[in-house]
């Protein structure tokens, strides 16, 4: 409801440069640049929102600074809507406020083009709901847009471009059971008592902070947030924002104890490291956890940990003000930072470490996608003295996930936080570079590191969760293959980088682990029982990683009992296992498709970590695309969680090369010759004739890979057409008028169309429903059949020049081939590399090449995206530049 207009107002008395307040149309208050042109100049609308029982008056002082450091570009409005007892009624409640009052602030200023949002505790559960409102997702693709406005199509909320969001001490997890309830500072004895009383306590925020609501039987409100469901699309929404932070304290939040995810030191999570802990919450045994709260968490963890996040630890270990730190953090009261001498006159540092906490914020709202991964340390280095506080940055796409890899605190002795912030002369830490090298216990030299933007994301380890397992000796290290290597085993420390173009000055970035052997492992060679299973579509070589598994563990490692699962997932528990020996195998490698046969769907964890269990497996070996690589997560989850002492290794599997972050997949080479010899028969075909038109159609779901490499490499090509980059055939700069050119030109053309490519046409020609496959993929029409009809009809009905139309679908046959000499070898390390990792007790990885050199990554890297053809890349550019075929980016109106 409108409570009052907007205005803006500028006294004559005001200088250029100040800051104005006004209150808003929706009773919040806006704050903005008095600087005339400012006012229409500010494009960029930041919500602030505050936490549980507070009001916009916490967060005046961070909105004054930010506008002040932003004049022209920043319009902050602070939400009034979900104050002091208002915040009791329900995380939802209180987001469908926010969500209608930030629609009001975007009615009322028509310059606002993108939006922001810092969240202070609660708070920032509810700008997760507000934003799942306000989310509208891109627009369909129709016929009248052009490539360009298509491009520019993207999600929006509210209508604006969403930038940033940014929580503060938010509790996305939850506060059951770990002594998180304001005011009774985490005694345990009072929190059993709280959560019995805790709807009279909190009422509803209460009930969806402990998770104990149970609207008309559904899920709790959290878990409901980690999916998109019906007009609320929670995780699109949070997914649609360029950046995601997640500012927490590492200690002394007497609200919200130590659950962050990031910095919780303790049994539960031991394993992240750069705390202090803090005394009063973590030394007693906390009785008060029910039985679910680690599976509640671990659902809480992985859904959000699908989404990147940076993450800033605060800590306010050593200043007076740490038993408020929930609230310093936020820079939540004035007087603190402007006159705080008073309050904190022996020790001026805190000061400037408020300061930089918020400045930091300012510099995340500001911060724009382009230029994201610059520096974070430098904003951060505190010129005071460096046994106050801290402020430990981590740029990870995965924080919920870094606590998985990370060792136990105690593994660290070398490295401990005193040690590193009194060997500084910054206050920033540099958690995972310090200890994410460690997990063998070797000690890192870094005590000249300058924070450098190193990232490590690193894969799950058993001894996350089994944490006394046995090592023993490589038995690599007297085998003869490795006898005169100069190196047998990989170093602990080897990694590989992701980005490997990189300018003087810009952070390292993210880094994954070296694949190959190492020097222990988790598993003696005679009770290792390894399992392999396929599953998806067919690839060429996928055989030889069956056989490649096998013999590397045989041959290396000295295992013999190793079970060929058939059938794909379902074959665990439906269908009888093979024996799989070196005999067995020793020809495989020479047929295509599977000798264990696949399947799609048929995915059930549970019964299929039961048979792992009744089996007594302990190495599972999953080869497949990018939802079995899904299905190996889910798996290594619930064997974690029954704390199996089972390895479970992915070995990506697509034709389609459509699996993020490694180089290709195996069989991709294969199948860019094998399109070869059908390119090469299309060409002959129309080289032969009159106006010959070929079209040879080839996989390629979302991913143009195929086409665009079978094309890059043939020669033959006039025309390739890929999902990626919508084509439109009338016209200036379409398809017919390029064929009938070419025609012209050469009395032939060929056309490579792969197959996911103009879908949107055929679907809307065949007004055909949208069909699935078992594992719930949408089933493609035929692109290659109604382009050659179209095709036909535009040249012999309308243009009245007959063509010769030769179409062939090569499909199947180039993906059931047995794969060629390259990816043979490159199965081979693959197959290799996983067993490795397995046998060094890796479990939840996939491994693959990242710039040509095997690692291990974690399995939601490759899953959280698909990997695509980049037009803004320079392969499509090459391409276009090879064919000099249209671009289509300007189709007619
Ligand atoms: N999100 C998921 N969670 C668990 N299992 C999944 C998921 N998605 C797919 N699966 C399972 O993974 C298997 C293979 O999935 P799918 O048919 O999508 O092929 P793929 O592995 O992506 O390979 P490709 O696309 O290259 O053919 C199926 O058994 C399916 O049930
Ligand atoms: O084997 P199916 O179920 O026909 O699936 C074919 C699909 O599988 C893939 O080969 C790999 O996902 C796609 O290129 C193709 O669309
Ligand atoms: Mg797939």
Not at 52 to 58: Q, Y
Not at 83 to 108: H, N, P, Y
Not at 497 to 510: D, E, F, L, Y
Not at 570 to 590: A, Q
Request: hydrophobic share 35%; charged share 25%; glycine share 8%.
């Amino acid at each position: 409801m409108i409570t009052s207009l907007t205005v803006i107002y500028i006294s004559p008395e005001m200088k250029s440069g100040d800051i104005c307040s006004s209150e808003a149309v929706t009773g919040g208050e806006n704050v903005f640049s008095c600087e005339p042109s400012d006012v229409s100049s500010a494009d960029h609308l930041v919500v602030m929102v505050n936490g549980i029982l507070g009001s916009s008056e916490d967060w005046r002082f961070a909105a004054e600074q930010f506008v002040k450091s932003h004049p022209d570009r920043v319009f902050v409005h602070r939400s009034e809507k979900n104050a002091a007892s208002q915040t009791l009624d329900g995380v939802d409640v209180m987001g469908e406020r926010l969500s209608q009052e930030v629609l009001e602030v975007i009615k009322q200023k028509p310059n606002l083009r993108k939006i922001s949002f810092v969240a202070h505790s609660v708070g920032g559960l509810v700008a997760r709901y507000a934003i799942g409102r306000l989310y509208r997702p891109p627009r369909e693709k129709t016929e009248e847009m052009s490539a360009e406005t298509f491009e520019e199509e993207k999600a929006t909320i509210g209508g604006l471009v969403p930038m940033n969001f940014i929580t503060v001490a938010t509790p996305h997890l939850g506060s059951r059971g770990h002594k998180q309830v304001p005011f009774l500072f985490g005694v345990s004895a009072l929190e059993k008592v709280a959560v019995l009383v805790i709807r009279w306590i909190f009422r509803r925020t209460g009930q969806h902070l402990f998770l104990t609501d149970d609207d008309e039987g559904k899920p709790p409100l959290l878990k409901r947030m980690l999916e998109d469901s019906g007009d609320c699309y929670f995780m699109s929404a949070l997914r649609s924002f360029h950046r995601r932070v997640a500012y927490a304290n590492v200690g002394y939040d007497r609200i919200l104890g130590t659950l962050l995810w990031e910095d919780s030191v303790n049994e539960k999570y031991p394993h992240v490291v750069y705390e202090e802990r803090c005394k009063a919450c973590d030394l007693e045994q906390d009785s008060t956890k029910d039985d679910n709260t680690n599976d509640v968490e671990e659902e809480l963890v992985t859904g959000l940990s699908r989404v990147s996040w940076e993450k800033v630890d605060v800590s306010f270990h050593n200043s007076r003000s740490r038993f408020a730190a929930h609230s310093v953090i936020q820079v939540k009261n004035y007087n603190l930072h402007t006159d705080g001498e008073t309050v904190f006159n022996s020790c001026p540092a805190h000061t400037s470490l408020h300061l930089n906490v918020f400045l930091k914020l300012a510099r995340n709202v500001y911060q724009e996608f382009k230029t994201k991964t610059q520096k974070l340390s430098m904003d951060l280095t505190l010129k005071s003295p460096p046994n106050l506080h801290y402020l430990s940055l981590t740029k990870t796409p995965n924080p919920f996930s870094s606590r998985l890899f990370l060792k136990p605190i105690n593994s660290f002795k070398y490295i401990t936080f005193k040690h590193q912030i009194y060997n500084k002369n910054s206050f920033i830490s540099h958690p995972i570079r310090a200890q994410g090298l460690n997990h063998d216990k070797t000690p890192v030299e870094n005590d000249e590191v300058e924070d450098d933007g190193f990232v490590l994301e690193d894969v799950p380890h058993l001894t996350n969760f089994l944490p006394d397992l046995p090592t023993y000796p490589n038995p690599l290290e007297h085998s003869q293959a490795y006898a005169i290597v100069k190196e047998t085993f990989v170093k602990p420390e080897d990694v590989l980088a992701q980005q490997i173009v990189v300018q003087k000055g810009s952070p390292r970035g993210v880094h994954f682990r070296r694949a190959g052997p190492r020097k222990k492992v988790y598993f003696k060679s005679e009770e290792v029982k390894a399992c392999i299973v396929t599953c998806g579509g067919l690839c060429p070589g996928i055989n030889t990683v069956i056989r490649e598994i096998v013999c590397g563990l045989n041959n290396m490692y000295g295992v013999n009992n190793i079970l060929g699962i058939e059938g794909g997932y379902r074959g665990f528990y439906s269908k009888n296992t093979m024996e799989l020996t070196p005999k067995i195998v020793n020809d495989i490698h020479k047929r295509g498709g599977t000798i264990l046969q696949t399947s799609r769907g048929g995915h059930d964890t549970n019964k299929i970590v039961d048979n792992i269990q009744d089996r007594g497996i302990n190495q599972v070996y999953i080869i497949g695309g990018d939802g079995t690589q899904k299905g190996a997560a889910a798996i290594s989850k619930e064997v974690e969680k029954r704390r199996l002492h089972v390895a479970v290794a992915g070995i990506p599997k697509t034709i389609d090369n459509d699996i993020a972050v490694i180089d290709k997949s195996f069989g991709f080479d294969t199948a860019v010759e094998e399109a070869q010899r059908a390119i090469n028969a299309a060409h002959v075909e129309v080289e032969s004739v009159d106006n010959g038109v070929g079209i040879v159609k080839l996989m390629g779901r979302y991913s143009g890979f195929i086409a665009m490499f079978a094309t890059l490499a043939s020669r033959d090509v006039d025309c390739c057409l890929i999902p990626e980059s919508p084509f439109y055939l009338e016209g200036e700069g379409g398809l017919y008028e390029y064929v009938q050119q070419r025609l012209k030109e050469n009395r032939h053309v060929v056309i490579v169309l792969a197959e996911g490519a103009g879908q949107e046409y055929v679907s809307e020609s065949a007004n055909a429903n949208v069909e699935k496959d078992a594992s719930g993929n949408k089933l493609l029409l035929d692109i290659g059949l109604w382009l050659t009809q179209k095709i036909k009809d535009h040249f012999t009905t309308v243009k009245k020049i007959p063509i010769n139309m030769k179409y062939i679908d090569p499909t199947y046959m180039i993906r059931a081939v047995p794969s060629n000499a390259s990816d043979n070898i490159y199965c081979t390390l693959l197959a290799q590399s996983a067993v490795h990792g397995a046998m060094a007790g890796y479990s939840g990885f996939t491994v693959g090449p990242v710039n040509s050199r095997h690692a291990y990554i974690p399995i939601g890297r490759v899953t959280e995206t698909t990997n695509v053809v980049k037009l803004t890349d320079r392969m499509w550019a090459r391409l276009l530049a090879s064919t000099n075929q249209p671009s289509f980016l300007n189709k007619p109106k």
